[in-house]
């Protein structure tokens, strides 16, 4: 699908996008094209490029206000160096993360990031010490896409 926004710019977005954005009143037809504004094209490619940073999920809905911490002392990374594996800065969190962490429902969050993980149950104990970093360096969250009508 084709998306124009006010300074004539095509955008080319996936259908999924498209519904999505749609939906939430982001674009809309002119009787000729399909619209977005400016401002929003910056959004629908931060929100859709980007994974919620505990389950994965499209699109990122919400901005998390984290203090950078660290997860790990000494990790091994793909390239091989070995070094302390940092959290830096906010943790992007689709609709349903960012909504039971708005609630302060920090079981839900753990069960939703557990059924979601690769390995299940398996990742249970080593993802609730990343949950209660999380929970102890976090400060806030702001909704940065339209909750769906
Ligand atoms: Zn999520």
């Not at 970093?133 to 909704?143: A, D, G, K, L, T």
Request: overall charge negative; charged content about 25%.
């Amino acid at each position: 699908m084709t998306v124009i926004d006010e300074n004539g710019t095509r955008h080319q977005v996936a259908p999924q996008v498209f519904e999505d954005l749609q939906a939430r009143g982001l674009i809309w037809f002119d009787g000729q094209d399909h619209r977005i504004r400016e401002g929003d094209t910056d959004m629908f490619l931060r929100v859709w490029l980007a994974v919620c940073d505990f389950c994965m999920a499209r699109p990122v809905c919400w901005d998390a206000d984290v203090a950078s911490f660290t997860i790990a002392d000494a990790m091994t990374f793909s390239d091989g160096h070995t070094g302390p594996y940092v959290s830096r800065g906010g943790w992007a969190c689709c609709e349903a993360c960012g909504a039971l962490i708005a609630a302060n429902d920090r079981d839900g969050l753990l069960n939703r990031h557990v059924s979601r993980a690769e390995l299940g149950e398996a990742m249970r104990p080593i993802l609730a010490v990343l949950h209660r970093r999380f929970w102890q360096h976090y400060r806030s969250i702001r909704r940065i896409l339209p909750k769906l009508p």
